[in-house]
């Protein structure tokens, strides 16, 4: 009989399925499954206000997800995230206002539509990459966004568009809390995807083309498909993200989509931790929660330092700036690193080794 207080030291598997098991074993599904329950729980312990920063951060993640598809997993550098999410909210807005659809058939309907501009955009990949793949991102985020501000026809410009709360069988989601589970489901089938798209073919070429362009040539793996492929999916949840936030705020504008959210979600990944899942959570919950932490600090030591709230904007930036560089130089691996570090200590604890 297994004693149950001894913690497992090795992972053991004698079968072809324990191996491909998305779970290593039983202690990390009940983890999981632990941290499912509390984010279902969650509303009923928060006010609307941590609801609403909740559905923000969850929405980020699965924009970060897609971005780290294409740069975590496949290494490809893509500064037009900004651009892609504006391609799914005005995509999804479109589609809702003018043209009837329902948002269950906009959204799905508005990632492909992103993918298929991501895909457009990635074809220089084949002959670019590095800076110069960077760059022709940067030229993807000014060619959508000076389509959005001047197609005015189409985009109504810079006066933006009014999007409305999906509905379902008369169920209108316009509480916080409705929308918020809608968007935990779809973060959840996003991150399983994802987890499951580095255990196929497809994903396993990724990683190949990320660690040895060259290398990966050679043993038969087509790049400019796969390369193709990689923006595409990456763009779709890119797409999705920036339909929900469409719906979400019920307004958009091409002030939501400009370098700086480029910028954000770059920073995400890079926090979070490069080719991770939960790293892109992570970093996701970092980033939308920072201007929060910051403003509550400000306001906290405003009696004694007069004046600070005026120059918020400027610490935010400079705070933000100096995480990313603190991170670059001491935990290049970002939080998911910081979180891996945490498990490995307890997974023998209290009798881990340690070097006398």
Not at 231 to 239: E, K, L, R, V
Not at 257 to 283: H, K, P, Q, T
Not at 330 to 350: A, C, S, T, V
Request: aromatic content about 14%; glycine content about 10%.
């Amino acid at each position: 009989m297994r004693n149950p207080f001894a913690l497992e030291c090795g992972e053991f598997k004698v079968s072809y399925k324990q191996d491909m098991a998305l779970y290593k074993n039983v202690r990390v599904r009940r983890r999981v499954l632990l941290v499912m329950a509390f984010f279902i729980l969650y509303p009923l312990l928060a006010s609307n206000y941590y609801i609403s920063l909740a559905t923000l951060a969850a929405m980020a993640a699965i924009g970060a997800i897609g971005l780290n598809i294409l740069t975590g997993y496949t290494g490809l550098i893509s500064i037009g995230v900004g651009a892609f999410l504006g391609v799914g909210g005005y995509a999804t807005a479109l589609l809702t206002t003018k043209v009837g659809l329902s948002f269950w058939i906009a959204v799905p309907l508005a990632g492909l539509i992103t993918a298929a501009v991501g895909a457009i955009f990635g074809i220089p990949s084949l002959r670019l990459k590095g800076l110069y793949l960077a760059m022709a991102t940067l030229a993807a985020q000014v060619i959508i966004l000076f389509l959005i501000v001047n197609w005015e026809s189409l985009t109504n410009g810079t006066a933006g568009l009014i999007v409305q709360r999906p509905e379902l069988f008369g169920f209108t989601f316009s509480s916080e809390i409705s929308y918020y589970y809608l968007v935990l489901a779809v973060l959840t089938g996003t991150a399983v995807f994802t987890m499951n798209l580095f255990r196929t073919r497809v994903g396993r070429a990724f990683v190949a083309i990320r660690d040895r362009d060259l290398a990966a040539e050679v043993m038969g793996i087509n790049l400019f498909r796969y390369k193709i492929y990689a923006f595409a999916i990456s763009s779709f949840f890119i797409g999705i993200a920036g339909a929900l936030m469409a719906h979400y705020s019920r307004v958009i504008g091409p002030e939501h989509y400009d370098i700086g959210v480029s910028i954000a979600y770059l920073a995400m990944i890079l926090i979070g931790g490069l080719g991770s899942v939960i790293g892109s959570i992570f970093g996701a919950v970092f980033i939308t929660l920072l201007p929060v932490v910051l403003r509550e600090g400000i306001a906290f030591l405003s009696p004694w330092v007069p004046g600070l709230a005026d120059h918020y904007a400027g610490i935010r930036e400079l705070v933000f700036g100096l995480i990313i560089i603190l991170f670059l130089i001491y935990e290049p691996e970002g939080l998911n690193k910081i979180w891996r570090n945490i498990k490995d200590y307890f997974k023998l604890w209290p009798f881990s080794y340690s070097k006398k």
